[in-house]
Structure formats: structure tokens, C-alpha cells
């Protein structure tokens, strides 16, 4: 009498005997690793990623040819974002095109008061 096997981990194990599993075990530590290195130094950081196990099924002739495969989607590199104002002409500018520019540098060279209202 042949074992019935009806439980997936099991069906997972024989694939490749063991090799599936190693290798899935393998992708998982490598994309916390990377989950990791995202969010180092940077508090309340969220990376993100995935992994997806798909597997193929092919019946023929009674018998079943399982086909694994293993995506792996890391997490974005973090980027800064820029804030810029947009001027009427289409350019960009760190400052605020309808306000008047304070010198205040000159003023504090010059030893003039430099006082903020």
C-alpha cells in the first residue's frame, strides 16, 4: 500500500528532497536581511517585500509533475523626497515666489540687530 500524502508541508519537503524548502529558507533570510538594511537608523522606517511560491501542476497518465517557483520582491532603495515651489514659468525654487527675502545674514554681518517678529 502506498503512503498518501496530504499535507502540503510534507509535499513541499520531498520536492528536490529538501532542496525546495532549503531554497525558500535561504530567500526568506536574504529578503529580511534587506528588510533590515532598509529601515537601520530611521525610526518608524517601513520597508516592504515579498516572497511568492507559485507551483505548477500537470496531471497526466495518473501521475502529478509538481513545478515550483520562488519570486522574490525586494524592498525599494529609500529616497529622500524633495519639496520645491513651482514658479509661474514652469522652473522650480526653494523659496516661496510671492514673499519677500529677508536678509538676514547681511544684517547679523553688518552687527545690526537681527530680531524676528
Do not use: C, Y
Not at 66 to 72: F, K, R, Y
Not at 80 to 108: I, K
Amino acid at each position: 500500500m502506498s503512503t498518501k500524502i496530504r499535507s502540503t508541508t510534507t509535499m513541499l519537503g520531498l520536492i528536490g528532497d529538501g532542496e525546495l524548502i532549503a531554497e525558500l529558507d535561504g530567500k526568506m533570510v536574504a529578503l529580511n536581511a534587506a528588510l533590515l538594511a532598509q529601515t537601520q537608523g530611521r525610526r518608524k522606517a517601513k520597508a516592504k517585500g515579498s516572497i511568492t511560491l507559485t507551483l505548477g501542476f500537470v496531471v497526466e497518465d495518473g501521475t502529478v509533475t509538481i513545478s515550483p517557483d520562488i519570486a522574490v520582491k525586494e524592498p525599494k532603495p529609500a529616497r529622500a523626497n524633495g519639496f520645491f515651489w513651482l514658479r509661474d514659468d514652469g522652473s522650480l525654487s526653494t523659496e516661496h515666489p510671492s514673499q519677500t527675502r529677508m536678509d538676514f545674514a547681511g544684517n547679523a554681518k553688518s552687527g545690526a540687530a537681527v530680531v524676528a517678529v
